[in-house]
């Protein structure tokens, strides 16, 4: 069986990075991918049984592609081969087939080969690997930050079951770093962190338990120790181990209110570039682009309604873009959106007139549908329902007054701002007539 650790080779002491020495060793000490590895899940029962197939494990950068891999050939008790697609050629991938057919051959035990990057492979790198995999000489797992079926010729990928990695909670993060935290070395260093600032970190790293470690990593290093001999790690410290601002942003606390508050009244206020300064912000911060683009559906109806109608199709084209693009060229999508709502004309009677109507409903008189205004499709002789309505269209211009509501009221008042305006020049118009 392979000698490394799950990062490194675990005879490696403090030579290697820390990452690589915290890697974890079961999967009981694997954080994250709970689709995949959770109770029943797909995974789980297949490790649990010993039985694994050929296999493409795609997903974001430090999500626990490669620790998963390396825990199954530890798990199945396989001998694990690891080549790089980037610097491995067709003449190392043959020696790692052959050495895998000699031991089904002579030791009848089956070999993995961990392919990293896999996406690098050309077309006939990759044909190497049918017929070994179609034989069962080698047990595959190949590694891929990119959509295999983009990148994975179909023969191969036919062989492979495909196990998409998502991004590491915040969750998953935070279990991971205290984990980090309790590793004797850090412990003998007397590091300190309070929970703001690990909070801070767990943001600015996305789900990617690679940045985090790597980036507490070379905090622990650089902080200076007090008087009292302990290590501080604070703001500057993580800041300078990221090379990057750590913006002061918590998801959960008012700092999502306030960021998300100044946004959208930016919006309403016809400023794109606060609009855009507060955006820029949080979407640097790690928020959800997709509650950016929540926020920016409601404000085109609410904000700008029937004053540019436009507003609310571009939204609703961002949200459903913003879904399948993700992040970071959806920036683009919300920016373009966000200065569109900002710099359209204003209006807010939709949204008073529904509060109107809803308040009305709540605290006025009940009113019955009228008579004639119900549906005749069922009761039109035995109740006379329908009997008496005007159908507009058989009257000049397609309108005729008649009363839709019994003792009428007017909630919908529309301004003279942009395309409302031609709006509130109908209405008037058809007023009149009544």
Known sequence: ??????????????????????????LKDFFGQGHLLGPGKILSQIIANKKFSSSIFFGPPGCGKTALARLIARELDMEATFLNAVSSGVSELKKALDLAREMRSFQNKRALLIIDEIHHFNRTQQDVLLPATEKGDVVLIGLTTENPSFYVNAALLSRLAAFEFKPLTEEDLKKILKAALGHEEVKTM???????????????????????????????????????????????????????????????????????????????????????????????????????????????????????????????????????VGMPEARIILAQTASYVACAPKSNASYLAIDAAMEEVEKGPVREVPNFLRDSNLDSKTRGHGAGYKYPHDFPGHYVSQEYLPNPLRFYHPTDEGDEKRLSSRLKELRKKD
Not at 3 to 14: I, K, N, Q, V
Not at 202 to 217: H, V, W
């Open 190 to 324: 007397k590091v300190k962190m309070d929970d703001e600032t690990q909070n801070r970190l767990i943001i600015a790293t996305s789900g990617d338990a690679r940045k985090l470690i790597n980036a507490f990593e070379r905090a622990v290093l650089s902080a200076k120790t007090d008087s009292s001999g302990d290590r501080i790690i604070g703001l500057n410290e993580i800041e300078a181990s990221l090379q990057k601002r750590v913006l002061r942003y918590d998801k959960k606390s008012d700092d999502h209110y306030d960021h998300i508050s100044a946004f959208i009244k930016s919006l309403r206020g016809s400023d794109p570039d606060a609009a855009l300064y507060w955006m820029a912000k949080m979407l640097r911060a790690g928020e959800d682009p997709r509650f950016i683009a929540r926020r920016l559906l409601i404000c085109a109806s609410e904000d700008v309604g029937n004053a540019d109608f436009r507003a609310l199709l571009i939204a609703n084209a961002a949200f459903e873009a913003v879904e399948k």
């Open 1 to 26: 069986m392979e000698t490394d650790s799950l990062f490194g080779r675990s005879d490696s002491a403090s030579d290697f990075p820390l990452a690589w020495r915290l890697a974890p060793k079961t």
